[in-house]
């Protein structure tokens, strides 16, 4: 069965490092997306990206995030300067086309900033 | 602004006992919804969606929700209760008038006692 997959499932970095977290959506999906949740906390919304643009962006997502699809098949989550509060399990998600449809989400990545 | 309340933080229940999981949402015309649940260290897998027609939907594991639009309310059943679903369960909406991204609800962790 097709899968999103995310590496690496564990990143630890040091504060004001930059990151790129990597995901390969399923090959026919249209649609990607990152989300994060803080330990303890729920998931929330990152970004979507479509047709080679972001679509939509949350107040989370300021200057030091930024998303690529550089090849076609990789979709990845950049943090230019990672801060302790960056800390999270990063998912990312993906689906064939818009809604009604649901996203299928990959294992995650834990990133832990120290 | 959109939200998901899953009012209960913590559930208990006993192995074999029935289980239902509450989840309302804020006002929306054409809401999608969804229930994922996450295990320890895991990602989300969907349990179950609801897009539109029968108002009661079954997904895996046993699980089955009922949409009710008078109530704004998407609550997860399940008649008897596994060990195996203990597990963090998270109820999801789409508000399509708002994006295709989907709003979490805080969570509900469910522990079985045998």
């Known amino acids: 069965e097709p899968e999103v997959t995310q590496t690496p499932s564990h990143q630890v970095t040091q504060m004001g490092q930059e990151v790129i977290l990597r995901c390969v959506p399923i090959s026919n999906h249209l649609y990607f997306y990152w989300y994060r949740q803080i330990l303890g906390q729920k998931v929330e919304f990152l970004v979507s990206?479509?047709?080679?643009?972001?679509?939509?962006k949350s107040e989370i997502f300021d200057d030091q995030f930024s998303v690529e699809r550089p090849d076609g098949s990789n979709f990845t989550l950049k943090i230019r300067s990672t801060k302790l509060e960056d800390s999270a399990m990063y998912f990312c998600?993906?689906?064939?086309?818009?809604?009604?449809?649901?996203?299928?989400f990959g294992q995650g990545t834990r990133l832990t900033v120290v | 602004a959109q939200s998901v309340t899953q009012p209960d933080i913590h559930i208990t229940v006993s192995e074999g006992a029935s289980l239902e999981l509450r989840c309302n949402y804020s006002y929306g015309a054409t809401p999608y919804l969804f229930w994922y649940v996450q295990s320890p260290g895991q990602g989300l897998q969907l349990l179950l969606k609801?897009?539109?027609?029968?108002?009661l939907v079954q997904g895996i594991k046993g699980f089955e929700a009922e949409f009710k639009r008078s109530q704004s309310s998407f609550n997860l059943r399940k008649p008897s209760v596994h060990w195996s679903d203990a597990a963090e369960y998270f109820c999801?909406?789409?508000?399509?008038?708002?994006?295709?991204?989907?709003?979490f609800g805080a969570g509900t962790i469910l522990r079985v006692k045998s």
């Open positions: 609801y897009f539109s027609g029968d108002t």
């Open positions: 999801a909406v789409v508000f399509m008038e708002y994006g295709n991204k989907l709003v």
């Open positions: 998600a993906s689906k064939p086309r818009d809604t009604p449809v649901e996203a299928f």
């Open positions: 990206f479509y047709n080679n643009e972001i679509s939509e």
